[in-house]
């Protein structure tokens, strides 16, 4: 045997430890038909069969951190097992049961009804990661759809999900993307026009996907004992570090902390998710289930990708803070039969908020170049952000153009380039140039240079984003066999705060994407 042979065929040994399965009670019959499954956290299910599988990409750092060579993510074995099509030694392929809220209102039982969840590794520094296929076939919870996903929404997922890592904020990971070589129907739109679509499978990778759901469905169907034992198995599963006899509450403060953290870092960057029902929340504060989200282009709190959400906007920019807490007092409420004191869970509630308002003050100090949050400064957020809305100035390049300005008499064409319209630039530069120089003397109150402002201020604010128009060429060319798009992309998202992106990639959205399909308009079909 060559040694690098040896290397291939070590490598794929994955250690699985797969305690999800082992630890909670699941539904071991195998049958795909939809169904309640009371009493279980699971049910047992194959993924596959894909007919012509192909891999399009992968992110190398998620190969990595599973131990997986790149000699072997290029290996038959490889393409069989992350396209549902043959089991590794170690899976344990299952759908999780789960619950939730959506768009307000309770949903009962929804579950994994497009993943299949293959295992949990253990890598070699010891760390434990779930490997998840989405889109490999039906489950018990896929209810009357078919459990496949399509590529633009699987391609949209993969690349998002590694943006997100690069930028920092928390999220689950992508390993592959396979097109399946089937063809998937879906009516995109929602308009009586279904087509069929290539469909695609996407490994999706995180230390846990439980979801605050998981915990809904037990509270919901009174099944109390088992909601204890899932929490118990969270707790010593995912949340080790704590211990004591105040590990609940512990637990629960985290959290809401954690989830208080996302929103903020979403606002960061302007993402919005899209689809924030407490099934699609995760336990560890993780962006989870990529649908339709997107990043603002012209500034608006009002603004949502989601075509299906476009009349209440219930999860536009703006309002995501307020519907994490919302979710998480969905949360509270189920953990209340298994909590050892309601105030344990009024704390974390109250401790969501105080994190909130430290997180960010903290997170708009850092995206104007201050060097810490003053009472006085809101005034000045308001009326920029009032502005920039008002005028259509784009955020992502606002925040790159603000930290160009030069101290200390800012010169407003310097901001130029946000806006999207000329017009309006010019109609309204006056009250642009007033701004800057209230702008300006609050940068003068510190002790500061413009370069070591700019170099700050370019590590919070990204130069890249993944917007929406840039995934849908990728889309477009993935659908001909193309992926010189999807490579481009994925490089810029691994480095999204650095000046050196290609023009096409870091332009702001040109007008043929203001109402094309994919780009402005987002469904929940995928
Ligand atoms: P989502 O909108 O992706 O958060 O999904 C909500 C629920 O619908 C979850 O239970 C999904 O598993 C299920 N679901 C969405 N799409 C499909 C599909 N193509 N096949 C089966 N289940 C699906
Ligand atoms: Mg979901």
Redesign the pocket.
Known sequence: MTPCLYIHLAAMNLHFDNRFVRELPGDLSGKPHSRQTPGVCWAAIAPGPASHPTLLAHSPEVARLLDIGEEEVRSTAFLDAFSGNRLLPGMQPYASC?G?H?FGNWAGQ??????IGLGEIINRNGQRLELQLKGAG??P???R?????VLRSSLREFLCSEAMHHLGIPTTRALSLITSGDGVQRDMLYDGNPAIEPGAILCRVAPSFLRFGHFEILAARGEHALLRRLVEFTLSRDFPGLRGDARFADWFRLVCERTATLVVEWLRVGFVHG?M?T??MSILGLTI?Y?PYGWVDNFDPGWTPNTTDAQWRRYCLGQQPDIARWNLQRLAEALAPVAPEQAALDAGLAHFDATLQARLGDMLAAKFGWLAWQQGDAALVNDIFELMQRCEVDMTEFFRALANVAQPAPDVETLRSAFYRDALYQNHRELFADWLARYAARLAQQDDTDAARRERMNRVNPRFVLRNYLAQQAIEAATQQDTSWLEKLLAAARRPYDDCHLPELIAKRPDWALNKPGCSMLS?S?
């Open positions: 789960y939730g959506q929804l579950g994994d009804g497009r993943a039906a489950t919870y896929s209810r759809a078919d459990g496949r996903a689809v029902n099934d699609n289930d649908g929940c995928s």
